[in-house]
């Protein structure tokens, strides 16, 4: 008998027009100390699966049949109190957002510490010793002085790792885990499935891991399990799924991934050789054509000038203090895209903050267009948020859950005085199609849409003041293989047509492969490595690089030990 049997499974949504159908008659199973992946779209019915295996759907989801064994036992017909003692303590489980899965008021080892109390398996004393020991495992740096921080004060990926160390710290048969690292870099991410890995070997426990990563899948899983539509469409081992895909929707994720197509640089290379010639006619065009504030002379200065770049912040009990930015300089041109590349706490957002001046440097400067921005206050600052704008991470918390599209896309327009009410309504309108939505979608609010949709709605946002520079912080980390490449499609489509900059925040180096013309690799705030990405993945020149690259899964490589 398996540890875990899913027999015929099927889950509606309540709706205002009625009941949809999210998962239809799932039938699979996870043996003991088996890895077994769930990939697929975002709305093909994966993660509500899972969350209907330990009961955590929302109010206005229903099992409408099927039944969910784990070690012999209903859990579709146990009791809250049933439920209660499994959850945490036999069932692991790692949810997708940390932003939203952490209590903003509660310390960080408080709330991995609580899952021991609330199942007896240790005083309060005890569970803080072995909360702060769960938080290694699951590889957060200076794990004592996290504990005794807040959520707020984490980066994502460290908020993500709090989140698994709370799924391992009860040493569960099961893990569950909904996009575990999304929010990670690669060497984290290795880190993290490695320790899940040795969790298995050691406890015999099992992993049922959803991710939108194949090269993740490819590298972990004992079966990969492809769903579409709420349906499982293919079943097998890594080899006989990735190797000789039967279902066509099997091949257009395939396609789709970004990770297990890094190995073609002379296919990349010739889609930025098409971009870079695209790029250079526009700054031929721009320093021809544009000329700002009635000079002489064309514009031809760096759209973004980074230069000495420091940034601190006082640590709890206020006698450390943490250097997150330290030196950091780059240039960034019109019509290019620069990506900041680096693991959980490198400094990579912290930097993108500091050039959008939505914090203040301790040292150093940003310039925009030539202007020094690290001082401006009142109407100057006020004008650089239109020129410069944020893309942020999470589709999910990211819209206002109360607005219609249509009131989220024309806020900024609203917020500038820019247009009459109708004028506003048409440039909605216009923005939706430059990224690929139907104009019906301005009706509806962002619950009534997948984060992909989502995404492009918060894409359509911050072009509405057609800026001259994107900051796009991890924009498609939370997203599916098959999304994924239609974001990045559609920012190169978006770029090649407005002229736009990006600079472009990830841990994905797959991702970036696709995207950027340079890539910067932040190590502990400082800049490691700079260049154009051809020659950084092909002929990298610090240790740290070449480990990123040979941890991206999927990729037959060997191992790197970075050095210190």
Known sequence: MSLLEIDGLAVAYRTSRGDIDAVREVTLAVDAGETVAIVGESGSGKSTT????????????????????????????????????????RIGFVPQDPTVSLNPVVRIGDQVAEVLRAHGLADRRTAAVRAVEALERAGLPDAAVRARQYPHELSGGMRQRVLIAIAIIGDPALIIADEPTSALDVTVQRQILDHLDVLKRERGASLLLITHD???????????????????????????????PRHPYTRRLIAAAPSLNTATPDAAGSRRDRADAGADRRRDVAAAATVRGGGSSASVAPVLEVDGLVKEFVLPGGRTVQRAVDGVGFRLHRGRTLALVGESGSGKTTTARLALRLTDPTAGTVRVDGVDVTALTGRPLRELRRRVQLVQQNPYAALNPRWSVETIVTDPLRAFGVGSRAQRRARAAELLDLVALPASVLRRRPADLSGGQRQRVAIARALALEPELLVLDEPVSALDVSIQHQILTLLAEIQREKGLSYLFISHDLAVVRQIAHTVGVMRRGRLVELGDVDTVFTSPTHDYTRALLDAIPGRPVPTLTPSA
Do not use: K
Request: cysteine-free.
């Open 50 to 89: 899972v969350h209907a295996i330990i009961r955590l759907l929302p109010s206005a989801a229903r099992i409408r049949a099927g039944a969910v064994r784990f070690d012999g036992a209903d859990l579709v017909a146990a009791s809250d109190r049933q439920l209660r003692s499994v959850r945490g303590r």
């Open 214 to 244: 194949l090269g993740v899948a490819a590298d972990r899983a004992d079966r990969i399990v492809v769903m579409t539509d709420g349906r499982i469409v293919e079943e097998g081992t890594p080899a006989e799924v990735l190797g000789s």
